[in-house]
């Protein structure tokens, strides 16, 4: 699972650059992509709206197969599965692919997630990988993840906000969105490096 998680996250570098694509037509004043200007792709919110589908699905998964719990794991990728339908189902059905991020998806993904992780946590701490927590990159994985929705869903339920009329929320949505992001990919690389070196990663 953890191959899988790193072609994810190359998968993330993509889409980051390839969503850049509304910068560079917005600031040079649409003398480049100037197919984009004045149609619903000017915005990269559908873009986005579909990764976040995505990456949700991957960071449940990640855990959910990590428990040994049955029933919890069942439960976890059964629940995973209508969260992906239903997502997809609140696109077609609102304006919100185009426009803005959708707080369905980012809501209910992040419970799904902050519980994945919290049986996750439930679970270590009730057995004996308590002791080589620092072998675990599944534990830095986890405490990045954590942060970071935590933190990201209040973003997203304010994300109409974001454009030119409201510059004060721009600035506030970019530091804290680059914090938040500085400290995902921080913990992610410090476990990548640390367990890079054990002969064993929980």
Not at 90 to 109: C, N, R
């Amino acid at each position: 699972m953890i191959r899988t998680f790193v072609w994810f996250l190359w998968l993330t570098v993509f889409v980051e650059v390839t969503a850049m694509y509304t910068a560079v037509g917005y600031f040079s004043n649409y003398k480049y992509f100037s197919f984009i200007e004045g149609t619903p792709f000017a915005g990269n919110y559908w873009m986005y709206n579909i990764y976040s589908i995505i990456a949700f699905t991957v960071y449940i998964s990640l855990f959910s197969l990590r428990l040994r719990s049955r029933n919890w794991k069942k439960g976890l990728l059964v629940t995973t599965g209508i969260f992906v339908i239903s997502s997809i189902i609140y696109l077609f059905l609102t304006d919100v692919y185009f426009k803005a991020h959708s707080i369905f998806t980012f809501f209910l993904g992040s419970l799904l997630v902050l519980v994945s992780i919290g049986v996750f946590y439930w679970e270590l701490l009730n057995s004996d990988e308590l002791l080589s927590i620092n072998r675990s990159v599944y534990f830095y994985i986890s405490m990045g993840a954590l942060v970071y929705h935590l933190g990201f869903v209040p973003l997203v339920i304010y994300s109409r906000y974001y454009n030119m009329e409201s510059p004060e929320f721009v600035k506030i949505y970019a530091f804290f969105l680059y914090g938040i992001n500085y400290f995902l990919y921080s913990t992610y690389t410090l476990g990548f490096i640390i367990c890079s070196g054990k002969r064993r990663s929980y």
